[in-house]
């Protein structure tokens, strides 16, 4: 079965630069979570999408933005990267909303491991 | 905060055992999931529990939810190495609160299963 696709899988960057990540969801979901997992902690919600509108706003820095598109493929723009943003970035996608959330199991993708050196 | 904490923080035990992990959390919610993740790897959805279900089966797992104590635990029967991983719960508040389905993440418990 199809999963949850996200590119790149590793990205290196230095202090201040930006960078962009990808996330398509699994065909025929509508909805799209980003979370942010540092070093021995638990993920941490960023932001969702539902319909390619944002749906909900978590603890995502100003210095984020994401969007989702016609094709519901999502992407995640980081700029001014600082060294506490090196984390695994994780996205999911659920048919929940849609469903009425009663149904919403999220399913993840592998993730990109962000360093900023 | 921290929506849901877990507990043990850490598990040991030997392949065959059962290993329970719990996890707690704060609000009122719509359902909870339970998450494997191997060591910096991706998040494995392994069960989701409904608000208005107490007891969920799936293989070796079993999943109980406790509304009124705000609590659920993971039960893995019969240990193998390969259930080595961190373990979460996390919940979804969706209709609380604006919540549209976000997911609160516990801490996770490291389950260790030796040979």
């Known amino acids: 079965a199809a999963g949850v696709i996200q590119s790149p899988r590793h990205l290196i960057k230095e202090k201040r630069e930006t960078a962009t990540l990808k996330c398509y969801p699994i065909?025929?979901?509508?909805?799209v979570y980003w979370y942010q997992q540092g070093p021995g902690q638990d993920p941490q919600f960023l932001i969702s999408?539902?319909?390619?509108?944002?749906?909900d706003k978590g603890s995502i820095p100003d210095r984020f933005s994401a969007q989702q598109f016609s094709d519901y493929h999502s992407e995640l723009n980081m700029s001014s990267l600082e060294l506490g943003d090196s984390a695994l970035y994780f996205c999911?996608?659920?048919?929940?909303?849609?469903?009425?959330?009663?149904?919403?199991?999220?399913?993840f993708g592998p993730g990109t491991r962000l360093t900023v050196l | 905060s921290q929506q849901g904490e877990e507990d043990p923080q850490a598990l040991s035990i030997q392949e065959g055992e059962n290993a329970t992990m719990n996890c707690s959390y704060k609000?009122?919610?719509?359902?909870l999931q339970w998450y494997r993740q191997n060591s910096g790897r991706g998040l494995v959805h392994l069960i989701l529990?409904?608000?208005?279900?107490r007891e969920k089966h799936s293989g070796r797992l079993r999943v109980t939810l406790d509304t009124s104590k705000k609590s659920s635990s993971l039960l893995i029967t019969a240990s193998r190495a390969a259930d080595t991983a961190s373990y979460f719960c996390?919940?979804?508040?969706?209709?609380?609160?604006?919540?549209?389905?976000?997911?609160?993440f516990g801490k996770g418990t490291k389950l260790s299963v030796k040979p």
């Open positions: 996390a919940t979804d508040k969706s209709g609380y609160g604006g919540s549209q389905g976000n997911l609160i």
């Open positions: 529990i409904r608000s208005n279900e």
């Open positions: 999911a996608s659920s048919a929940g909303l849609a469903g009425g959330l009663l149904y919403n199991e999220q399913f």
């Open positions: 609000t009122s919610i719509n359902n």
């Open positions: 999408f539902y319909e390619k509108m944002q749906s």
């Open positions: 065909p025929r979901h509508d909805t």
